[in-house]
């Protein structure tokens, strides 16, 4: 009597012999293939796994000083081990919490307010895209985004030459008798959350504009001739098509600034930090930076800058979860 089994095989055996292969042979064939292309792929990804361990993840060591007194000179072993000790004096200085108070809603105002102007981007990006001439697309383009390579000391720069007490724009208005003292546009803490963000702005405008674009690229031509045909004109295309076809690359954005909320960096606030406008532009970031190297006090920055990571690891997983409840799709 033959068996299952040997039945089984037979016919696997009489298939090959005909040159087919049974299905369970395919399957298996199939998955050892795909195991092989994993492989591959894993092996594609290992040098940037590599990368980030070093830069984003063995960085992260270095917030054992947080629980030392650390002295440079002595050096990690010869430092003294005090444990939470700056931890304690965060929440039991009034004058420490007054600070950090003031810098988190100088923080706070200064990334909502960049989170307001994060449209512009999208909205340059949309009418860019619809002048016709190339050239002058092209040329406006390549004016927009080159401030982005521009360091920000020498935005400074042309800051100061434009807007100080002797600069272009004072001795204009002087010379039409518009003033009679030159106005401090730099040397005031009036606005200064404002005019921080007007040059992230004009910094970031045409570069933040790039990823708009290329999504504008990605749209169906026959979608806009279609609409067109139904008599649609140049705004309507733009409202019922571009617009609702670049929402989800602005919302993924948006969703990463909000995680981001208490990154702002250090560099355009430390270039036009000055007496005048201290309090009101010192934010997290430029905090801890005075904190370790002009207040000799490393160990104390360490800890604010391991207690900012892990609030905004809080706000991104906290934004995540909301945009997989509104959207049904998550960022991590």
Known sequence: MTTPT????????????????????????????????????????????????????LPLYGWIYSLYDYKPALGLEGSEFVGLQWYQMLVSSPTQMAQIGQVLLNTLAISFLGIATSILPLVFAVFLNEVRAKWFRNAVQTLTTLPNFI?????????????????LVNNVLGDFGIITTPIKFLDSADNVWLVMTLWSVWKGLGWGAIIYLAAISGIDPSMYESARIDGAGRFQTIWYITVPALMPTYLVLLLLSVANLL???????????????????????????????????LSMATAIGMLKSVISVVLLFTVNAIAKRVRGEAIV
């Open 6 to 57: 040997t039945v089984t095989r037979t016919v696997a055996e009489q298939l090959d012999e005909r040159g087919e292969r049974s299905p369970r042979v395919q399957k298996r064939w199939q998955r050892q293939a795909g195991g092989r292309k994993s492989y591959g792929m894993f092996l594609c990804i290992v040098p940037f796994l590599v990368l980030a361990f070093l830069f984003s993840y």
């Open 151 to 167: 360091s920000w000391v020498l935005v400074y720069m042309i800051a100061f030459s434009l807007f100080s007490s002797s600069g």
């Open 263 to 297: 990154n702002n960096g250090m560099e355009q606030y430390f270039v036009f930090q000055n007496a005048f406008n201290m309090q009101w532009i010192q934010v997290l970031d430029l905090y801890v930076y005075n904190i370790g190297m002009t207040g000799n006090s």
